[in-house]
């Protein structure tokens, strides 16, 4: 019954590698959007899609860029990692941006950058 | 712009004490607003949600009333227990914007 899956839970990264954060939905939702939590300071939105191809910047995208080549598959990147960008990573899609449904998130990647 | 403004936490209470977890928001319009609980390990999860104002949201004894006249969104629960330790998270449109959530433990 899984709905979003995020590839890694656990990822360990050198400083001024690329990474890349993969999240894939099967529920055809047309919105797509990457967060990352940090304590006392909540989700914060780096980036998100409402459609193939099309993205919008959140409230924190430096660093960080995405891409969505398919409706289901929502990448984040992180073209030259740093230890600050250390963090738990959350994907989430839903139908519709302001989400009255809600919104459906995967498990997460923590992502530690040595 | 939007924002979200949690309790702090983190709260403790014995089982089956009551709960009460204050949001407020600022917003332009009338956002939908929403509760989220995070498992330990776990992503969030939708708990409940009141899409206008007065609307009262409510599921697993949770409940959450949007007041418009107070731009607020407390969670309450009459009586907790120990599995609802968690943290709690009130967002705004869906999850365009979050509070800082709220962990909550509860004591047997």
């Known amino acids: 019954d899984v709905k979003v899956t995020q590839s890694s839970r656990y990822l360990v990264k050198r400083t001024g590698e690329k990474v890349f954060l993969e999240c894939v939905q099967d529920m055809d939702h047309e919105n797509m959007f990457w967060y990352r939590q940090d304590p006392g300071l909540g989700l914060r939105l780096i980036y998100f899609s409402y459609d193939v191809k099309m993205k919008e910047k959140g409230d924190i995208p430096e660093g960080y860029s995405v891409s969505r080549e398919k409706k289901e598959r929502f990448s984040l990147i992180l073209e030259s990692a740093s230890t600050n960008q250390t963090s738990m990573y959350l994907c989430a899609s839903s139908t519709e941006w302001e989400g009255r449904d809600g919104y459906t998130f995967g498990s997460g990647t923590r992502l530690t950058v040595v | 712009g939007d924002s979200v403004t949690q309790m702090e936490g983190p709260v403790t209470l014995s089982e089956e004490a009551f709960l009460t977890i204050n949001c407020t928001y600022t917003?332009?319009?009338?956002?939908?607003l929403f509760w989220y609980v995070q498992y330990p390990g776990e992503g969030l999860q939708l708990l409940l949600k009141?899409?206008?104002?007065?609307d009262k949201g409510s599921n697993k004894g949770f409940e959450a009333t949007y007041r418009k006249e107070t731009t607020s969104f407390h969670l309450e629960k009459g009586s907790v227990q120990v599995s609802d330790s968690a943290v709690y998270f009130c967002?705004?449109?869906?999850?365009?914007?979050f509070g800082a959530g709220t962990r909550l433990t509860v004591k047997p």
């Open positions: 967002a705004l449109r869906g999850g365009m914007r």
């Open positions: 009141a899409t206008k104002a007065d």
């Open positions: 917003a332009t319009g009338y956002p939908s």
